[in-house]
Each structure stands twice: as C-alpha cells, then as structure tokens.
C-alpha cells in the first residue's frame, strides 16, 4: 500500500438492483494502488429492496472511508444529484463517479491524478474496456455500449458521458443546482447536460488514456438490437441537450444537415456496402441517432434505463 499523501478523492458510486456488480466494484476500489485520499460514498436508488446498502453495511474492515445512504427518489439523474450533495460534505478536492457495473484498475485513480496535474483539467474521462457475459457477434461488437470507449491522453473539447470520470470539486460547486437535470430521469443524458453546461462556464477536459476501467456487459446487451437501441437513445437524449440549451443558426443548421445526412445517406449506404457489413452496421448506427434525434423533436423521449441489466 502507498502512502497517501496526495489529494482527497470521493469515489461517487451510484447503485440499482445490481448488488454482486457493487461487491465486484467496492473489491477494485479497495486493491487501488494509489497515494491519493480517498473516500467511497454509494447512493442506493432502491427504497425497497435497498441490496446496495446491505452489500455496504455487511463489509467489516474495508480499506476506505465508506459512506453509504438510500436515495429514494428513482431517477439516474436523481441518484446523482444525491450523491453530489453527499460528497461534498466530504473534504474532497475532486470527486470520481463510477457506475456499479464497472470496476477500475489499480492504476485508475492515480493515472487520473497525474494527467489533472499535467493539463489542469476540471474534469477528465478514461478508457473503458468491456468485459462479456457473452462474446457480442462481430456487427454488435462495433456499437456504442458494446465496444470499447478509448482516447488518447491529453485535453478534449467535450466529455460525452460519466461512466469512467474525475470532477473537481469546484465544477460542482459552480452550477446552479442540481447539478443534473431531473428530466432526464430514465432516458440517460443527464452526464452529457452536465458537461455542456460546464463548458459553456469555461471549463477544460482532458482524456487519460491510463485510468482504465472494465465495463461488465451481460448477454442481453451484447447483441446488435440492444447497440442499435443504444444509438437510437443516444441520438434522442443528445437532441433534447441541444434543444435545452441555446444555440447558434449556425448550430442548428449543422445539426439539422446531420440528421438529414444520416437519413439520406445510410439507407443507401446499407445497401451499397452490404457485402462489407462493418460499414453498413455503422450506417445503421447513424440512421438509428437521426431517428432519436427526430424523436427528441418531436417531444418524445426513450426511457432506456427504464430496465436494469445484470446483477
């Protein structure tokens, strides 16, 4: 074990109805070799049957500091803004957030550390590896949620998601609460709201390729119905951030070439490149995006996280 001697981190975790994922989790974060501060708070989002809780409350002698509470208001964006509130009355100088399907590296925390200190980010995201309850088919492998999420260390325009980040604690502190926006309860997008209005404040991302994390994907995700659902939520939950937030002619006529884009092109697309079926899956990828993003202005919204995967 390192001396710790670095910065003081929250590890944010926010858990639903999959216990032995947040046993797998909470067993990572105690074997991270790292010299920084850390403490673990986990929101459990199940008033009912709060297993999350009881996985907490029944570990004795756990290496970290562990804070762990029931956030009875169901919602992704709900738990978050819960487990904010619950970090911050911790002395922290930046707080983590993992997903409890998801587990680090030893490495992780400090790998993060080191590129913060090296660019000065307010936030940062890592690479996230998948690891498969059952291998996906090649097409489904190509797809969002399915395929590995990597980067190359250094600063980023935008972090797009939250499943694998470190946020200073000033970016929390300096948003208009609640730091993320209830209306995406169980549709996701919440993560990618947060970070459009962090960087229309000013603040600057950076990707560290180093601070990896594995994903668990069970069987009923690893398969080309659930990625294509996947782009589709994507697309619907990104139109509804840029229809939140104001922006340019400029901005809404690009954006409005790319649906059409998509619409025109991927159909044909898929059919010229049939033999090559890599590209046409991510033709198919584009054209499910464009019709999330025509859902989302239409006023309908995909409740993707309305169902829980794994255990």
């Known amino acids: 074990m390192r001396e710790q001697s670095g ?164 970016c929390f502190e300096g948003l208009s609460k609640p730091c993320f926006d209830p209306a995406f309860a169980l549709s996701g997008g919440e993560d990618r709201d947060f970070f459009e209005r962090l960087r229309r404040q000013g603040r600057r991302f950076a990707w560290a390729k180093a601070a990896v994390l594995h994903a668990w994907v069970p069987a009923s995700r690893a398969n080309l119905k659930w990625g294509l659902l996947r782009a589709y939520r994507v697309g619907n939950s990104d139109m509804r951030v840029f229809l939140k937030h104001a922006h340019t002619r400029q901005d809404s006529a690009r954006e409005a070439a790319k649906i059409a884009g998509a619409l025109l092109l991927s159909p044909l697309l898929f059919v010229i490149l049939g033999l090559a079926s890599n590209r046409a899956v991510d033709a198919l990828r584009r054209l499910c995006r464009a019709a999330g993003k025509i859902a989302a202005i239409r006023g309908r919204v995909y409740n993707e996280y309305a169902v829980t995967h794994g255990a």
Request: charged share 25%.
């Open 7 to 170: 910065p003081n981190v929250v590890i944010a975790v926010p858990t639903f109805r999959r216990p032995q994922s947040l046993k797998r989790l909470l067993d990572a974060v105690a074997k991270l070799e790292t010299t920084a501060t850390v403490s673990v708070v986990v929101a459990d989002n199940d008033a009912a049957a709060h297993e999350g809780f009881d996985v907490c409350a029944a570990l004795e002698d756990y290496r970290w500091p562990l804070d762990h509470f029931i956030a009875p208001e169901r919602g992704i964006a709900q738990v978050r803004n819960a487990l904010v509130e619950r970090a911050l009355t911790h002395p922290c100088e930046f707080i983590a957030m993992l997903d409890d399907d998801e587990w680090p590296e030893p490495q992780w925390l400090d790998a993060f550390l080191k590129v913060q200190a090296e660019t000065g980010a307010d936030a940062l995201h890592g690479d996230i590896l998948r690891d498969f309850e059952a291998a996906p088919g090649r097409l489904a492998a190509q797809l969002d949620g399915v395929a590995p999420l990597l980067g190359e260390t250094g600063p980023v325009a935008m972090i797009e998601g939250s499943g694998n980040i470190i946020v200073s604690r000033a």
